[in-house]
């Protein structure tokens, strides 16, 4: 079905006059039922045909699905708004439909960006009013029962918690909170690294693998043809979850200083995990795969058995640096491990006074999570650096980490716990935005 005579997004966003609030919303649905049935005619036309979609069937295929997500944000935002509520479509109408890679419902937030705040506009939990709401404040009240030091926003939070059996389930804004916490402390995010909030267990993101390069021309000479290669990252929800106790005279007894003593440790631990998974994570199940092991990657040897800083020097950066822009990525970041910083630290010349950082260097941000006991030939003491584009890094995260403060399980014992949770995954955009120097000795 041609594209024009299909309902758009812009053309649903008001109710008709008569019309009820669930018509409106039956008719954004029927519109996207027609838009996907038009795309599954064009594919199936082509494989009866036995051959690929044609170029103007393909710009065909291509706006339905434009349009098809757009009318999905139309339906998700009705069905999220109260009856009657306005709902504010300007970004979804203003977004063009040339940019696959810039549809609206995946949104990449960049490091300065916060997730709560994203939780919070797409009908995750509303914005937090009256003070934010701190995960130690909660637990402090529900094992005590005191409610003074609480501020309003925590307050409204008291009430919203669900109890569960034997639990709470900590409001999804503190949640999300959290999260940017963690974020906050991650190296990799520190270094640049996007967030993809997920709406689905799966989630693909397009990404361009080629383009079309201008070309001179003679007068009357035809104009060079040249495609856009379009693929997509697929990210998959994964499960990450740990338990913390703690005794309740502890709890009790403890002064407010207690609620960001838990938040600022809890958020420690999910953002050293990221950066150990992000980094070197494996890629067998339930783990996600790191930079380590991603394909793509440029990975650098420095000989059989590795090289010691003191002969490696800052050249080791500039080529890392040098590998990425050979690729047409531009480095941001080198993310490395406290004894590599050290090494560096202590380079001396053969005066014995300390070398100067040449200009150019990237920022670096020093990690645990990089080991320092890594077997390359016969020596057991290497390291890794890692240089890259970090914008690069995707980090998918589906809507979390949940915590549930759990008053039962352990009341025989005098504790109480936190079971934190989250569902994400890591992917990279593009691998060759990445080097890693292997076989670093101290």
């Known amino acids: 079905m041609p594209?024009?005579?299909?309902?758009?997004?812009?053309?649903l966003t008001e109710r008709q006059p008569g019309q009820t609030f669930q018509q409106h919303i039956e008719a954004v649905r029927q519109a996207m039922s027609g838009r996907l049935g038009a795309?599954?005619?064009?594919?199936?036309?082509?494989?009866?045909?036995?051959?690929?979609?044609?170029?103007?069937?393909?710009?065909?295929?291509d706006a339905h699905d434009d349009e098809t997500r757009r009318l999905g944000i139309v339906l998700r935002r009705l069905e999220n708004s109260p009856e009657g509520r306005q709902v504010d479509y300007g970004q979804i109408l203003t977004t063009g439909t040339t940019s696959r890679t810039a549809a609206p419902e995946l949104p990449l937030l960049t490091r300065g960006q916060s997730f709560a705040d994203w939780t919070a506009r797409h009908g995750h939990g509303a914005p937090q009013e009256g003070g934010e709401v701190r995960l130690g404040a909660l637990l402090r009240t529900w094992v005590t029962g005191r409610r003074d030091g609480l501020n309003d926003a925590e307050l409204r939070a008291m009430a919203e918690g669900t109890a569960t059996a034997g639990g709470h389930l900590v409001p999804t804004p503190t949640a999300a909170q959290l999260i940017d916490r963690a974020r906050n402390t991650a190296r990799v995010f520190q270094a640049g690294a996007t967030t993809v909030p997920m709406d689905s267990a799966t989630l693909k993101v397009p990404r361009l693998t080629g383009s079309s390069a201008p070309a001179w021309r003679n007068e009357n000479a035809p104009v060079a043809e040249g495609d856009l290669t379009l693929d997509a990252v697929t990210l998959t929800a994964r499960s990450m979850a740990f338990l913390v106790k703690m005794s309740r005279e502890l709890i009790e007894?403890?002064?407010?200083?207690?609620?960001?003593?838990i938040?600022?440790?809890?958020?420690a631990q999910v953002a050293l995990e990221l950066?150990?998974?992000?980094?070197?994570?494996t890629g067998t199940a339930p783990e996600p795969r790191g930079v380590r092991n991603q394909t793509g990657v440029t990975l650098i040897s420095h000989g059989t058995n590795g090289e010691?800083?003191?002969?490696?020097?800052?050249?080791?950066?500039?080529?890392?640096?040098?590998a990425i822009r050979a690729q047409n990525f531009e480095p941001t970041a080198v993310i490395d491990?406290?004894?590599?910083?050290?090494?560096?630290?202590?380079?001396?010349?053969?005066?014995?006074?300390?070398?100067?950082?040449?200009?150019?260097?990237l920022p670096r941000h020093p990690t645990n999570q990089i080991p320092i006991n890594l077997t390359v030939g016969s020596s057991t003491d290497t390291s890794?650096?890692?240089?890259?584009q970090w914008d690069q890094l995707y980090f998918g995260l589906r809507t979390g980490p949940m915590t549930i403060q759990l008053v039962e399980r352990y009341a025989d014992v005098g504790q109480v716990a936190l079971l934190i949770w989250m569902r994400g995954d890591i992917a990279l955009a593009h691998g060759e935005a990445f080097a890693v120097d292997l076989g670093v000795r101290a």
Do not use: C, H, W
């Not at 594209?3 to 053309?11: E, I, M, R, V």
């Open 384 to 388: 890794e650096v890692y240089t890259g």
């Open 337 to 361: 491990s406290p004894r590599t910083e050290q090494g560096l630290a202590k380079l001396k010349d053969l005066n014995g006074q300390y070398i100067q950082p040449p200009a150019g260097l």
């Open 308 to 322: 010691t800083i003191a002969n490696l020097g800052y050249d080791m950066l500039i080529d890392s640096q040098a």
């Open 253 to 261: 007894d403890s002064q407010p200083g207690i609620v960001n003593v």
């Open 275 to 281: 950066d150990r998974v992000a980094l070197r994570g």
């Open 263 to 267: 938040e600022t440790d809890l958020a």
């Open 3 to 11: 594209t024009n005579t299909l309902p758009t997004a812009a053309s």
């Open 39 to 61: 795309m599954q005619t064009l594919t199936d036309n082509a494989t009866v045909e036995g051959r690929e979609l044609l170029a103007s069937e393909q710009r065909e295929f």
